[in-house]
Structures are given as structure tokens and as C-alpha cells.
């Protein structure tokens, strides 16, 4: 005989948990590729590197004593500054209780290390920012290297990439393997350019409406010969004056132009200490906890092999 009940609310599950936890999206990290990363600078926080200047050509007249130059000297001071954590715990009722207590705990190491290089790839870029004058054209032989987009509105215009070539050049920075980390606001803008998308004006750029301008990080085009990529880890600034040219009070973002050849990357750094775990049970607390800490400096090398451009993020 069949068995039957009149309430069958009991017997069904009205909400069915996963196995799974749910992770967030993570975009990826670009900038510790571009960092001279020093190996000989074995102990204390600040290091020194001398500079020299150039030669100096004068007119010499014959018989006459030749006038003697000396090589202007300077010096680079670079130093650990960042001494950063992260950190979390689960308390011994919580490992007793909770389910998903294998999946969350093999999770704290990898989620502090990401957090730590989300705080350098974040710090790598502001130097591009801090590493300049501010309210200034930084001017190198007779070119800015720190301007505003020129596009209406203050958004990035395609000229803008010119610019920053030229400046580059003009301070005698090799032109290989340029490099544009923009913000993705600018992928917006050069996708919506008829100039750029109608292949009857520039038939280089054919297929942008059908697939986009990027393939993950990177432009599928080459732009005024920068290999450009998008980050949403660049500095934001507000009311910025450059050459008498007063940006929106709306963020701006700090996009940077430069060349990463060997012989000249724009960025140095060091690591006192690399990402380092540690775990311990406190017993007053009846926890286990687990931080990750980690020790470095970057600083902006070569500021001649540095352009910014601030455009505007409302597109």
C-alpha cells in the first residue's frame, strides 16, 4: 500500500545549499613587469645611485689653452617605505560549525598574497603620478611630460598618443617597446571614434564594432606605436592645472606613456621582504590566525622616460 501524508512541506527542502564557494572576479596584475627590481641592496632602507652628466663640446682656438669641463654629478635616493600586511582569522567554534571550513581557510594565504600585490601594483603606478611635479608641464628638452587629454571634455583624443611619443623622443628615450596603460574609460573613447571605426577612414582598425578594441588587458591595435592595455589600477587626481589648463573637478585618470626596454624601464624597487605567511593558534582569542606581511619600496627612475596624461573618466 502506497504511503501518502496530507503535509509534504515537511519532507521538501525549500533552499539547497552548493558544495561551492562563490569567489569574486579578479583582474589581472601588469605592473611589477615594468620595476628594475634591485638585487644588491642587501640591508638598511635607503640606497643611493650616483648620476653623471654629459660632455661639453667648446670652439677652440688654435694655440690657445683648452677650457676644461667638469661632468655634472647628481645622485638618485631610493628607499623601503612600505611595510604592509593582511591578515584575517576563524575561531575554533567556527571550524567546529561551519561547513565550509576547509574551502574558506585554504583561502586566507592566496586572498592576503593577491590583496598585498593589488596594494603594489596600485603603488608601481602612483609613482608614475608622485615621481612628477605637480601644477607642472614637467618639461624635458623642450617638451611636457605631464598634460591633459586634449579630446572635448578632457577625454583622451588619439593626437594624445602622438604627443606622448614625440615628448619621448625628444628626451631621447628609445622607441621600442612603447608602452600605454590607459584607463578602460579610454578603450571606451577610441572605440567610439568614427574616424577610428569607419574602415573607409583607417581600414587598420577594421572589425573594432564586431569585437572590441581589447583582448583581455591589451589593445588588439597598435596605437601611434604603443602596445597599449587598460588597468583599473592607475591614480586618479581632481582639480589639476597644467600649463594653464585646469582639468574637470571629476576624477581624472592618470594615464602614463613610457618604454619599457631593459635599458630604460621607468621604475625601480626593492624587497626587503617578499610576501612572508605566518600561523599561530592564539588561545586567549581561541582562534587560528594567519598574516601575510611584506616589506618593499618602487620609486619613479627615469622620469624622462615618464608621460602622463590626465583625461577625463565621464564617457
Known amino acids: 500500500m502506497a504511503h501518502t501524508t496530507g503535509n509534504t512541506s515537511l519532507l521538501t527542502r525549500q533552499e539547497i545549499w552548493s558544495q561551492e564557494l562563490k569567489d569574486v572576479l579578479l583582474d589581472e596584475l601588469d605592473a611589477q613587469r615594468y620595476v628594475r627590481?634591485?638585487?644588491?641592496?642587501?640591508?638598511?632602507?635607503?640606497?643611493?645611485?650616483?648620476?653623471?652628466?654629459?660632455?661639453?663640446?667648446?670652439?677652440?682656438?688654435?694655440?690657445?689653452?683648452?677650457?676644461?669641463?667638469?661632468?655634472?654629478?647628481?645622485?638618485?635616493?631610493?628607499?623601503?617605505?612600505?611595510?604592509?600586511?593582511?591578515?584575517?582569522?576563524?575561531?575554533?567554534?567556527?571550524?567546529?560549525?561551519?561547513?565550509?571550513?576547509?574551502?574558506?581557510?585554504?583561502?586566507?594565504?592566496?586572498?592576503?598574497?593577491?590583496?598585498?600585490?593589488?596594494?603594489?601594483?596600485?603603488?608601481?603606478?602612483?609613482?608614475?603620478?608622485?615621481?612628477?611635479t605637480a601644477n607642472d608641464a614637467n618639461t624635458i628638452n623642450g617638451r611636457a611630460h605631464r598634460y591633459i587629454a586634449s579630446g572635448t571634455s578632457n577625454v583622451i583624443a588619439v593626437e594624445d598618443f602622438a604627443k606622448a611619443k614625440l615628448a619621448l623622443k625628444k628626451a631621447n628615450v628609445p622607441q621600442t617597446n612603447l608602452i600605454a596603460v590607459v584607463d578602460p574609460s579610454v578603450g571606451y573613447t577610441l572605440e567610439t571614434l568614427t574616424n577610428l571605426v569607419n574602415v573607409s577612414n583607417n581600414a587598420q582598425w577594421e572589425g573594432i564594432v564586431s569585437s572590441g578594441i581589447t583582448t583581455g588587458m591589451r589593445f588588439i591595435r597598435n596605437v601611434y606605436g604603443f602596445d597599449v592595455y587598460e588597468s583599473n589600477y592607475l591614480p586618479s587626481i581632481s582639480d589639476a592645472t597644467v600649463d594653464g589648463t585646469t582639468a574637470p573637478p571629476a576624477a581624472n585618470a592618470v594615464n602614463i606613456f613610457f618604454s619599457a626596454d631593459a635599458s630604460v624601464v621607468p621604475f625601480v624597487g626593492a624587497w626587503r621582504q617578499m610576501p612572508e605567511v605566518d600561523a599561530e593558534y592564539n588561545k586567549d582569542f581561541q582562534r587560528e590566525e594567519y598574516v601575510t606581511t611584506a616589506r618593499y619600496g618602487v620609486k619613479l627612475y627615469r622620469p624622462e622616460n615618464m608621460v602622463t596624461v590626465f583625461s577625463s573618466t565621464a564617457v
Open 37 to 132: 627590481w634591485l638585487s644588491e641592496f642587501p640591508d638598511g632602507e635607503v640606497f643611493t645611485i650616483p648620476s653623471i652628466g654629459e660632455g661639453t663640446v667648446r670652439d677652440y682656438v688654435e694655440n690657445s689653452p683648452v677650457t676644461y669641463d667638469a661632468l655634472d654629478t647628481g645622485e638618485f635616493q631610493f628607499s623601503i617605505t612600505e611595510y604592509v600586511s593582511s591578515a584575517t582569522y576563524i575561531t575554533k567554534q567556527a571550524m567546529q560549525d561551519m561547513f565550509y571550513m576547509n574551502q574558506l581557510v585554504s583561502s586566507f594565504v592566496p586572498k592576503q598574497r593577491r590583496a598585498i600585490e593589488e596594494k603594489l601594483e596600485t603603488d608601481i603606478f602612483a609613482t608614475a603620478n608622485d615621481g612628477q
